[in-house]
């Protein structure tokens, strides 16, 4: 399985971004696509996941309103909508993907393969 992050970048507080998550390689269509970030000197967190089929979707509190993310299984990739964003969500953002059937977890621990990250900067 092979995820591809993309978007990343500097945006002042208040702005937008939009992340894309390209994958390829699972060998069912049963798995759950999940956002996560790690800010400097921090631990993985996770901020949101959607099941395979794009109409389940889960957020972690931090994000709840602000984010939103949504999938085009034509073109294998999930996006993630980053709205009002403060400068504690600067972070490297990764995606991951989990096999299997859809569970909410956004624990990194549950999720078996990794994009390599990109860079979220948000200026005050």
């Known amino acids: 399985v092979q995820l591809v992050e993309s978007g990343g970048g500097l945006v002042q507080a208040g702005g937008s971004l939009r992340l894309s998550c390209t994958a390829s390689g699972f060998t069912t269509d049963d798995y759950t696509i999940g956002w996560f970030r790690q800010a400097p000197g921090k631990g993985r967190e996770g901020v949101s996941n959607?099941?395979?089929?794009?109409?389940?979707?889960y957020y972690a509190d931090s994000v709840k309103g602000r984010f939103v993310i949504s999938s085009d299984n034509a073109k294998n990739t999930v996006y993630l909508q980053m709205n009002s964003l403060k400068p504690e969500d600067t972070a490297v953002y990764y995606c991951?993907?989990?096999?299997?059937?859809?569970?909410?977890?956004?624990?990194?621990?549950?999720?078996?393969?990794w994009g390599q990250g990109t860079q979220v900067t948000v200026s005050s």
């Open positions: 959607i099941n395979s089929g794009g109409d389940i979707t």
């Open positions: 991951a993907g989990r096999d299997g059937g859809y569970r909410t977890t956004l624990n990194p621990y549950n999720y078996d393969h």
